[in-house]
């Protein structure tokens, strides 16, 4: 049979068509294989993981299919916690691929130290700047009989006197005990009972006194918001005290 003959008989014709059939059913398979396998065209959102800490993340982007990666650790910032993420890249609202990794950067989990400033005979005002300066906070504050009004007498960490020049970390608060500027004055007791705690805290240090033991009963569940029901020393009586003396609250979180 000729190659003419037998290019135009039905039979080439068949085994042609076939083979094409063929060819395109592979090819199609093949992309439809390829698209499952690469998840063609399905995307995730990257969800917003910034003020997260790391093991919250490290949970969160688990469920999601996704991954993170921290890049960089040498932020400190004394108004978050330690390992808190604060820029992530995709940048939340992105689309992208499952197992993707987000890669972040979050707050050094180890605070960098200063040396203690030294503070004492400073103005309250020069001690609260000079604090900021060195990326410490302020505690708490107490009175002592003293004739310099709000000059620094002491500092403390934690009910411990620090020297100057120790190495703190950064964001350490720092107690203050402060000169009244009555040196021994003696006061009547101010009567405190029936009072809020933050109301009986704001008497107590507008008397240059201090807050002693805070003792709660059982049914105290708004500490600020409970109320005095006793005090020692009482109110009321002869007996007067020196300013910079301490008085103990009990409260409950009712009147009695």
């Known amino acids: 049979m000729s190659i003419k003959k037998t290019v135009f008989s ?12 063929m060819v395109v059913l592979i090819f199609g398979l093949t992309y439809k294989w390829l698209a499952s396998y690469t ?3 399905s995307t995730i959102t990257v969800p917003d993981i910034r003020e997260l800490r790391v093991e919250e993340a490290q949970r969160f982007l688990g469920n999601k299919s996704l991954r993170f990666r921290v890049t960089d650790s040498t932020v400190f910032d004394m108004e ?16 992208v691929k499952e197992n993707r990794t987000i890669y972040v950067s979050i707050t050094r989990t180890k605070p960098p130290t200063v040396r203690m400033p030294n503070l004492v005979d400073v103005s309250f005002r020069q ?5 900021q300066s060195y990326g410490l906070k302020m505690g708490e504050i107490t009175y002592k009989p003293d004739l310099c009004k709000n000059c620094v007498l002491r500092y403390e960490i934690g009910g411990k006197a620090v020297e100057t020049g120790t190495e703190i970390p950064k964001g350490t608060a ?3 005990v402060l000169g009244d500027g009555f040196g021994k ?3 009547h007791v101010p009567a405190l009972t029936g009072l809020t705690l933050e109301e009986a805290l704001f008497v107590i240090r507008g008397s240059m006194l201090n807050v002693g033991a805070v003792v709660p009963d059982g049914t105290v569940r708004d500490t600020m ?3 005095v029901y006793k005090q020692e020393p009482p109110a009321g009586g002869t007996d007067m005290i020196s300013q910079g003396e301490a008085i103990d609250l009990f409260i409950s979180q009712t009147h009695r």
């Open 185 to 187: 004055s003696r006061i």
């Open 127 to 131: 001690a609260e700047a000079i604090l």
């Open 39 to 41: 998840k063609h065209g």
């Open 174 to 176: 720092i107690d203050f």
């Open 80 to 95: 978050r916690p330690p390992g808190t993420i604060i820029e992530q890249d995709p940048a939340p609202g992105a689309k």
């Open 225 to 227: 918001n409970a109320i």
């Open 10 to 21: 039905k039979r080439f014709f068949f085994h042609l068509v076939s083979a094409l059939c």
